[in-house]
C-alpha cells in the first residue's frame, strides 16, 4: 500500500523560502512520477511542479524561476524548494503518485 507523508511546511515572511519533503513507503518509487500541488484559499487545487521518473520536471508558471523539484530515489523522497516565496503561495501542499495522495503541509505567507 502506497504512503507519503509531506513535511516541511510553515509561516514564513515574504522573500524567504522553504524546502518541503515528500516520502513514500510502499511502492517502487522509481518508477513513477511525482507532483506537488497546492489548494490555496477559495481556489481549486493546481499543480505546482511535477517530476518524471527519468528526473525532467515541470513547472507551473506562477513558480517557474523560483521552486524546483527534485527526488533522491533511494531514499524515496520528492523535495520542493520554494524561493521568494509570496502571499499567495500560501496554501496546503500535497504530493501525489499514482493517484495517491498524501496529507498536505501548510504553508503560509505573511508579514
Known amino acids: 500500500q502506497v504512503r507519503l507523508v509531506e513535511s516541511g511546511g510553515g509561516l514564513v515572511q515574504p522573500g524567504a523560502s522553504l524546502r518541503l519533503s515528500c516520502a513514500a513507503s510502499g511502492t517502487p518509487f522509481n518508477h513513477y512520477g511525482v507532483g506537488w500541488y497546492r489548494q490555496s484559499p477559495g481556489k481549486n487545487r493546481e499543480m505546482v511542479a511535477h517530476?518524471?521518473?527519468?528526473?525532467?520536471?515541470d513547472y507551473a508558471d506562477f513558480v517557474k524561476g523560483r521552486f524546483t523539484i527534485s527526488r533522491d530515489n533511494d531514499k524515496k523522497i520528492v523535495d520542493l524548494q520554494m524561493n521568494d516565496l509570496q502571499p499567495e503561495d500560501t496554501g496546503l501542499y500535497s504530493c501525489?503518485?499514482?493517484?495517491?495522495w498524501g496529507q498536505g503541509t501548510q504553508v503560509t505567507v505573511s508579514s
Open positions: 501525489m503518485l499514482a493517484g495517491v
Open positions: 517530476i518524471r521518473r527519468g528526473g525532467s520536471a
